[in-house]
């Protein structure tokens, strides 16, 4: 189960920012989940919308084929899980201990291009 809430709409870019909680772990779960749907990750390498495996040529995709958009990394020839190129970040998690029990919280500041635009403007905004 993914439970989705929208944060921003880019209409110009047509794309929206949201915000997934999962109550499960499954691999690929918030990819698969999101572009079954119809509202795929931004140039996630293997899942398109209805969320089945991309099987065409990168070339296709919308932006440079050789670096991802924070420019640091090189596109691989054939995507596996992990690669970049999508927008996709853990934000927070919340674990159990394994030998106290006690519930952690782990939180990781978000990415600029994830961030909403009142998150860009006041970097005081809790999110």
Excluded at 103 to 117: D, E, G, S, V, Y
Excluded at 118 to 125: L, S, T
Aim: charged share 20%.
């Amino acid at each position: 189960m993914s439970k989705v809430c929208v944060l921003e709409r880019l209409a110009h870019q047509n794309q929206t920012l949201v915000q997934v909680e999962i109550h499960s772990g499954r691999p690929h779960q918030i990819r698969i989940h999101l572009a079954y749907i119809g509202h795929p990750l931004v140039d996630d390498p293997l899942y398109c919308i209805g969320g089945q495996p991309k099987f065409h040529d990168l070339e296709s995709t919308s932006t440079d084929i050789s670096f991802a958009y924070d420019g640091g990394y090189e596109r691989p020839l054939q995507p596996v899980p992990g690669d970049c190129g999508y927008h996709l970040h853990a934000h927070w998690l919340v674990l159990s201990h394994p030998t106290t029990n006690k519930m952690l919280k782990i939180t990781a500041p978000l990415p600029h291009i994830l961030q909403t635009r009142e998150e860009r403007c006041d970097p005081q905004v809790d999110t």
